[in-house]
Nanobody
Framework: QVQLVESGGGLVQPGGSLRLSCAVF????????MSWVRQAPGKGLEWVSD????????SYADSVKGRFTISRDNAKNTLYLQMNSLKPEDTAVYYC????????????WGQGTQVTVSS
């Protein structure tokens, strides 16, 4: 059984920050790259960021580059997304997924965590 449990979302004002977490169960977290993706209201899934197995290589969508930071703690089987300088257009349900930017679509999905950025 594969399970990914996202948490940490909430309501923040523009310019605020949130830290999302994803606890992973059911596969070897330490042997795979991981991604964060999001789905804004009325829009499709958008890849946001990924991180290599060891955490040393990260990539970001242009829309979040410089504002978001992805990280992982392999000892805790947990993925993180630090979100700073949040904008209303960041409003979305955020999901973590197995795999990097080329393979996340084949990953398992949890319930996601809602991020709402509104003044």
């Amino acid at each position: 059984q594969v399970q990914l449990v996202e948490s940490g979302g909430g309501l923040v004002q523009p310019g605020g920050s949130l830290r999302l977490s994803c606890a992973v169960f059911g596969f070897t977290f330490t042997s795979t790259a991981m991604s964060w993706v999001r789905q804004a209201p009325g829009k499709g899934l958008e890849w946001v960021s990924d991180i290599s197995i060891g955490g040393g290589i990260t990539s970001y969508a242009d829309s979040v580059k410089g504002r978001f930071t992805i990280s992982r703690d392999n000892a805790k089987n947990t993925l993180y997304l630090q979100m700073n300088s949040l904008k209303p257009e960041d409003t979305a349900v955020y999901y973590c997924a197995k795999g990097g930017m080329r393979s996340w679509r084949n990953g398992s999905w949890g319930q996601g965590t809602q991020v709402t950025v509104s003044s």
